[in-house]
C-alpha cells in the first residue's frame, strides 16, 4: 500500500462531499470494526512529523521480500514544497557498508580475491604495521586501524565545508604509523576498511565502484534509483535534501548535506522502494548466490576467543527475544535504518532528512506493530541480592576520574547526595551497591566492580570482560592554575595528521587552536590530562620532567602523537 504523492488541495464542494459521505458510512460501522489497523498504527508514529513544514522520513515495511505497505512523512525538499515519497531518494550512509561487502563477495566468488588476502596486496599505500591485516579483518572492524572521520576531523577537514576524495583518506592512512590496538584482539568501529574494501574492488574489477555495483547488484535486482555517490556535485532527481537545526534559519533548520567523494564505508544513495528488492536478495539469492549471503552474515571470533556481534557490513542481534540483522547509517542530516528478522519475514527501512530522527527507533517500534504476538519479551534481570548501605566517605573514596591507557578513555564516577553515578559516553547512571566492591548499573543492567585505593595502589574500575576489557585507574581531579598552565603553551605537530596545533593560555583557561578550527577550551581532568568533548589530550614529558609534546585520542583514533616543535 503506497501513499499518493499528489498532495494538491482539494475544492471546498468535493472536501464537504467528501465528509458528509464519511459521516454517513462511519456511522453504519460497527464499535468492534473500528479498531486501528496496522497501517493506521504505523501512520501514527511518524505523525508528527507529517507536515509540510518540516523534513521526515520514508518507510518501507515488508514480508518476504514484497512491500506490504510504503510511506512517505514530512517533506523532501522545504524549498521548493516537494514532499517524501517512497521513491525519494536519500544518503544512506553507512547502510552502504554491506553492500560493498557484497562487492567484494561477488570478487571472491569469481576467485579473484579471498578475505583471508593481505590489504597491501591491493592498496600497498596502507603501512606495514607488522601482523598482516587482511580483508576478513576490515569488514569486522577488527584491523586496529584508525578510522579515516577522526583522522580527517582532527588535521583540519570541516565537515559540509571540504570535498574529501578517497585520495586524501588514502593519504592520511598511509601517514599512520601504529594501530588502536593489536589486529584481531578487539572490536572497534572504524570506516576507513571499508573504503579500503572499494578500492580493493576498484582495482581489481577495472572499475570504479559506482560502476560495479550497477552492474553487478543493482541492475540485476531492478534497483533503477539506487547507485554509489561518487560526485558530490552530480545532479540526482528526486533526491531527498537533508537539515539540521538553526535557530535563525527558515523553519528553524539549514541545509546540511554530505560533500564527500568517498564511497564504500557510506555515500549509496537508495530509496526505501529498491531497499525491498534488496531484501528479496536474501531469499532468492539471485546476486552472489547461498555462498556468498552465507559469508555476509559470518562474524568473528576474536584472539580472546570472544565472538562479534559484527558481520560483513551487517550488526547481528537480537530484540525482544528475536534475532535481528541490519545496519543504521549517519552522516551530515542523513540518518537510516535497515532492519531485518529473517525468523519471520519481515524487514524494515528507514530512511530520514533530519539528524533526531532516529530511525533505528523508529524501525522497531514498527516492528511492535507487527510482531506483537511473536515477540518474547524480556526485562533485563536485576542483579540478585540487596542493596548494601555504603557510607558517605567510602563513597568520597571511590568518585572520581578513572582512566584506561588504552585509548586513553576515561569513566567519571560522582557522588550525587546519596548515591553515587557513573558518567561515560552513554549517559549517566545511578549505582546500586551490592557489596564486595560490586555495583549493578541501573538502567542498563550489568555490573561494574569499583575498588578503593589502598596505600600506594590506584583506585580501580572494571567492567564485564565482554563490555569492555580494560582496567581504569582512579585519578582525583585536578585544577591547575594560570602558572601550571603556561608550561604547556607553545607549538605542536604531527606528522601522522601532517598539521599542527597551538596551546595558549587565554583568560585563565588553555585553549587548542587551530588555523581552519574553532578555538576550543581544554577542559582539566587529572595532572597533565586533559578533555575537549569526545577528545582526550595527555601531555607527554621527557626524561627530565619537561613537556615534549603530547598524544591526541578521539573515540575511533587512539594516541596520535604529536611533538613540541615551538614555545
Known sequence: MTRTENRSMFPLRTLATLLISAAVFFTSVSAAAQTWTPQIRIDSIFSAMDRDT?????????RDGSPIYEQGYGMANLEYGIPITPRSIFHVASVSKHFTAMAVELLVNEGKVSWDDDIRTYVPEVPDFGPTITLRHLVHHVSGMRDQWNLLRASGWR????????RDVLDISSRQTALNFP????????????????????RVSGQTLREFTTERIFEPLGMTDTHFHDDHNMIVRNRAWAYAPDDDGEFGLRNSIPDFDVVGATSLF????????????????????????????ERFVLTSGETIGYAHGLSIGTYRGLETVGHGGSDAGYRSNFLRFPSEGLSIAVLCNFPSANPGGLAMRVANVYLADRFVDSEA???EGPTVPISRREMEALAGIYHTEVGDRMSYVSREGGNLVLIGQNGRFVLRHLGSDRFEVTGPGGLVTIRPPVGSRAGTLEFPPEVDPDRYERHDPWSPNTTDLREFAGSYHSDELDTGYRLAVEDSRLVIL???LEPTTLEPMFRDAFRAGNRRLLVTRDSRGRVDGFRLSDGRVWGIRFRLSDR
Do not use: I
Open 381 to 383: 534481570p536485576s542483579q
Open 514 to 516: 587551530h588555523r581552519k
Open 159 to 166: 565537515w559540509e565545508a571540504d570535498v574529501v576524495t578517497q
Open 183 to 202: 589486529t584481531g584482539s578487539r572490536y572497534l568501529y572504524s570506516n576507513t576498511g571499508f573504503t579500503l574494501l572499494a578500492v580493493v574492488v576498484e
Open 270 to 297: 537508495t530509496t526505501v522502494h529498491d531497499l525491498a528488492a534488496w531484501d528479496r536478495n536474501f531469499d532468492t539469492g539471485r546476486v552472489g548466490g547461498r555462498s556468498a549471503l552465507e559469508r555476509l552474515h
Open 54 to 62: 518540516a523534513p521526515g522520513c520514508a518507510l518501507s515495511v515488508m
